[in-house]
């Protein structure tokens, strides 16, 4: 079955630098990758999609990578801030069927 | 706020009993997917509705059953808990589904926490 990867530590970054969290999956590619931000005690909010033909995709701060030959996703957050501060899960497409895969999340910290 | 709306916000309940959660998609959404997230597993997809037919299923248990009316509504029953099925319930909607050529977003709703004594 699909095995997504996400670092389990805590990441603190300071204000105004480069977040950039990681998702590693395994045992086959799917055809497109989303990231979601998760407030304490919330459901998931939708970010981004990118699909496996596309290298890159942007929307304001945020930037994400997929990169098929690797299996690894990238999710930047430029000029961040402390309300950025949240847990951001990585999910794929299931094998021939409906619904998400979900990694367990990095929860993301930014030091004013 | 997502649109998507889920009752009730938290339950309390004992082992061995059973309980429904409900949950209303956004205005318009076919797709109505139900989540489980407990600390140790993450997120894990139970089961989808597409218009009133299961399309998917995911971790459920046989303990566990969902249906979609034709209001579009949806619950999860959960029944004979356990400890273990304290978690967090998500429930999510989209307009079609996800999964092959499709990508709709997928709307999450605040969650029904359960906690089983």
């Known amino acids: 079955s699909q095995k997504i990867e996400q670092n389990s530590e805590a990441l603190n970054i300071q204000e105004g630098k480069t977040a950039t969290l990681t998702c590693n999956y395994t045992n086959y590619s799917p055809a497109y990758l989303q990231w979601y931000r998760q407030d304490p005690g919330r459901g998931p909010v939708f970010l981004l999609l990118?699909?496996?033909?596309?290298k890159e995709k942007r929307k304001e701060r945020l930037k994400v990578t997929f990169d098929t030959t690797l299996k690894q996703s990238l999710f930047h957050i430029t000029a961040s801030q402390p309300a950025d501060s949240a847990t951001y899960l990585c999910?794929?497409?299931?094998?021939?069927?409906?619904?998400?895969?979900f990694g367990k999340g990095t929860h993301l910290i930014i030091q004013p | 706020d997502s649109g998507v709306t889920q009752t009730p916000k938290h339950l309390i309940t004992a082992t061995g009993q059973r309980v429904t959660l409900r949950c209303s998609p956004r205005?318009?959404?076919?797709?109505v997917y139900w989540y489980q997230q407990s600390l140790d597993q993450g997120l894990q997809f139970l089961i989808q509705y597409y218009n009133g037919e299961e399309r998917a299923k995911g971790n459920i248990l046989e303990r566990f059953s969902a249906q979609q009316f034709p209001d579009l509504h949806s619950e999860l029953n959960l029944s004979s808990l356990e400890l273990g099925d304290s978690a967090l319930y998500f429930c999510?909607?989209?307009?079609?589904?996800?999964?092959?050529?499709?990508?709709?977003?997928?709307?999450f709703g605040p969650g029904t926490r359960l906690t089983v004594l």
């Open positions: 990118i699909r496996e033909n596309e």
């Open positions: 205005s318009g959404d076919l797709s």
């Open positions: 999510a909607s989209s307009l079609h589904f996800t999964g092959g050529a499709r990508t709709d977003t997928q709307y």
């Open positions: 999910a794929l497409d299931r094998t021939a069927a409906d619904g998400l895969t």
